[in-house]
C-alpha cells in the first residue's frame, strides 16, 4: 500500500480533530439533556472510532520513516507503508503504540456505556475499567510524546510540535482525572465526582482538539525544515567547488601569467 505522506497526515490530523469534537460535544450537559442519553453515547461511541482510527494512521506514520522528514515534493509522493515495525528505542513511535490500544479501550468503554439497565458492578467493570486502562494508555503515550520533543524540563513554547505535545498530555491528564471521578460508588450507585468527571473529559477533549489542529503547521514547518536540511549539503558543495575552482588562479605566481 502506497500513500502521500502529506495526505496521510491530514487526513490524520482530521480524524483526530473529529473525534476529540465528538466528545467535547457529548461532554455538555445542554447538549446531553437536548438530544438524550442514547444519542449522547453514540456521539461518545462514533468519537472513539474517530480516535482509534486517527491512531492507527500514527502508528503506522511513526513506524514508516520514508512518511516523515519529507520536503514539499516528497510530501506528494507515494510512499510504501510499513504495517507494523519494532521501533522500541524511536519514542515517536513508542507514543503511538502505546495510544493505539488505549483508543480501543475508549471503544470497549463507550460501546459498554450504551447499554440500559446495567448494573452498578457491571458498569464499573464493562464501562470504568476500560476507561481507566485506555486513560492509562493516553498519561503514557503523553510523556513519550513530550520525551519525542525534548524532555520535561525543556521550554520551547515557539515549538509546535512541543505545545502540541504539551496539550495531548493535559488532556491526557485530565481524562485520568475524568475517568477516576467517573467510578460508580456500590453503595450509593453514582460517580465519586460528577463534575470532574464531566469537566476531566470536556476540557480534556478540548486540549486533544487543539493539538490535532496544530498537527497542519506542525507539518508544513517540518516540510520546510526538511527543505531546508537538503538545500545545505549543496550550498556547501557549491561554495567548496567554486573555492577549489578560484585557489589556481589565487595561488598562480604572477610570472606564469
Not at 100 to 107: A, E, H, Q, R, Y
Not at 141 to 158: K, M, Q
Amino acid at each position: 500500500m502506497r500513500v502521500r505522506p502529506g495526505r496521510l497526515n491530514a487526513v490524520m490530523a482530521g480524524l483526530f480533530i473529529l473525534g476529540s469534537a465528538c466528545f467535547a460535544l457529548g461532554s455538555v450537559p445542554a447538549f446531553a439533556d437536548a438530544v438524550g442519553g442514547v444519542v449522547d453515547g453514540v456521539t461518545f461511541f462514533v468519537g472513539s472510532l474517530f480516535f482509534t482510527a486517527a491512531s492507527f494512521l500514527q502508528l503506522v506514520q511513526a513506524q514508516t520513516p520514508a512518511l516523515t522528514g519529507v520536503g514539499a515534493q516528497g510530501q506528494n509522493r507515494r510512499t510504501p507503508v510499513q504495517l507494523w515495525r519494532w521501533l522500541p528505542h524511536d519514542r515517536s513511535w513508542s507514543a503511538a503504540v502505546t495510544q493505539f490500544p488505549g483508543t480501543l479501550f475508549f471503544n470497549a468503554s463507550t460501546l459498554a456505556a450504551l447499554a440500559h439497565n446495567a448494573s452498578v458492578r457491571e458498569e464499573d467493570r464493562h464501562v470504568w475499567r476500560p476507561d481507566i486502562y485506555g486513560s492509562t494508555l493516553f498519561l503514557i503515550a503523553g510523556v513519550f510524546g513530550i520525551l519525542a520533543v525534548g524532555t520535561f524540563r525543556s521550554w520551547r513554547p515557539r515549538s509546535v510540535a512541543w505545545r502540541s505535545a504539551w496539550l495531548n498530555m493535559i488532556g491526557s491528564l485530565l481524562f485520568m482525572a475524568s475517568a477516576l471521578a467517573g467510578f460508580v460508588l456500590p453503595r450509593t450507585g453514582e460517580v465519586i465526582n460528577l463534575r470532574v468527571d464531566v469537566a476531566g473529559t470536556l476540557f480534556g477533549a478540548l486540549c486533544f482538539l487543539i493539538g490535532a489542529v496544530l498537527m497542519f503547521p506542525a507539518w508544513r514547518r517540518a516540510v520546510h525544515d526538511a527543505d531546508t536540511a537538503a538545500a545545505q549539503p549543496h550550498r556547501m558543495t557549491a561554495r567548496s567547488g567554486q573555492s577549489e575552482h578560484r585557489s589556481p588562479s589565487i595561488n598562480k605566481p604572477e610570472g606564469d601569467a
